[in-house]
């Protein structure tokens, strides 16, 4: 009986990871048609565990003013560095009846999968046992017209900064400066 207990033990306890943590950067209109605006969402996100954890899927939802403009699914294929953060960037679509966005109140929010890097999380992952996934809903104001960036690895600056509140004012870029002339 010992044996059994300590073999289910070790199944329970096993690919234990702690979800990963997420914060709103900003989002911005990428390409506008008569039918709809296309958006791209980037969140930041945290991995508080000593081992890489891999994202495997988006399921999310984006609201704008309280309506949602869009629910989909997104393939993550990222995998965040231990004690680490990366920008992830989530596309969305807002249909044209909406009107201006500029200056709305958006937000997003869903589920992603996730799965821990260890040889054990990865067999249970593939044997259907340890599916993990984190809820998460971060928001902003404003969705200005803007490039449209891909995911990109945010600098190290120590400690990451803390959760956005929600519905807070999305950070704007700098604008470039000019090289100084020797």
């Not at 989002?27 to 791209?40: L, P, R, Y």
């Not at 403009?69 to 960037?89: C, F, H, I, N, Q």
């Not at 958006?106 to 260890?118: K, L």
């Not at 190290?156 to 604008?175: D, I, L, R, T, V």
Request: proline letters at 10%.
């Amino acid at each position: 009986m010992l044996p059994r207990f300590a073999c289910a033990a070790t199944l329970a306890v096993a690919g234990c990871a702690a979800n990963p943590e997420f914060r709103a950067v900003g989002a911005e209109q990428v390409t506008a048609t008569a039918e709809a605006i296309e958006v791209h969402v980037v969140v930041e996100l945290m991995n508080p565990n000593d081992a890489p954890v891999e994202l495997t899927e988006w399921d999310y939802s984006f609201t704008v003013d309280d309506r949602t403009a869009y629910s989909g699914k997104w393939m993550a294929s990222l995998t965040l560095p231990p004690r680490d953060r990366m920008l992830a960037l989530l596309p969305a679509v807002v249909p044209a009846s909406f009107g201006d966005v500029a200056a709305a109140r958006w937000r997003i929010g869903g589920s992603v999968g996730y799965r821990a890097t260890g040889q054990l999380d990865r067999l249970l992952y593939q044997l259907g046992i340890n599916r993990l996934s984190a809820g998460f809903g971060v928001g902003g104001s404003g969705i200005p017209q803007g490039k449209g960036q891909g995911t990109t690895v945010a600098p190290k600056q120590g400690p990451a900064p803390a959760p956005a509140a929600p519905e807070a004012k999305a950070p704007e870029a700098p604008a470039p400066t000019a090289p100084a002339t020797p």
